[in-house]
């Protein structure tokens, strides 16, 4: 949905497992406000907002006593389908985004196509099991949900790296920034980016 301070979107997502709220502006200035019960999770998403330049307030109460995997994937659908929401026809819009982000020694390539349909080749090159309280599986699996949420076929690779806590990061700030490209608002455009008409 659309509003007066900008393309905004609401998504709550309750299950047996998570309560997932957030709200997203995709004309705001990287302002983040998130609190998912994981350390290694919420800095990611901070990463994501700020170079995505998208205001995001998200809250989830999740089952991380079992492990991260509900909480990842939960806030990972419940933000993707916030920017779904918030795209709303997706009329103007840049709709293709790609970047590159070092982080040090790691570099990440992230490419986003706003297609309305859904599907991702993910290859962040992570050795270790676990990053913070994350599983190094699951950062993998936030990108699927992402992509699942907010409809968009999305490719991130780790091109080189040592650290996988550099090479998660990298990989995050390229999303972020291909997203940026993607959302933005062409001025001379009007119509919704596709040959059939819809997106």
Known sequence: ??????????VERTTAETRVRVS?????????RVSTGLGFLDHMLDALCRHGRLDVELTCQGDVQVDDHHTV???ALALGSAIDRAL??????????????????????????LSGRPGTWIDLQLRR??????????LSHFFT?????????????????ENDHHKAEAAFKASALALRQAVSIDARASDVPSTKGVL
Not at 96 to 108: Q, R, T
Not at 145 to 160: E, F, I, K, P, Q
């Open 73 to 75: 994937e939960d806030c």
């Open 24 to 32: 997203v502006n995709l004309d705001g200035t990287g302002v983040c």
């Open 1 to 10: 949905m659309s509003g007066a301070t900008g393309r905004v979107g609401q």
């Open 145 to 161: 949900s992402l992509a699942v949420g907010m409809r968009a076929t999305l490719h991130v690779d780790v091109l080189r790296g």
């Open 88 to 113: 709303g026809e997706r009329r103007g819009i840049g709709r293709f985004g790609s970047a590159h982000a070092p982080l040090d020694e790691a570099l990440a390539r992230a490419v986003i196509d």
């Open 129 to 138: 099991a676990m990053i913070g309280q994350v599983a190094t599986e699951n």
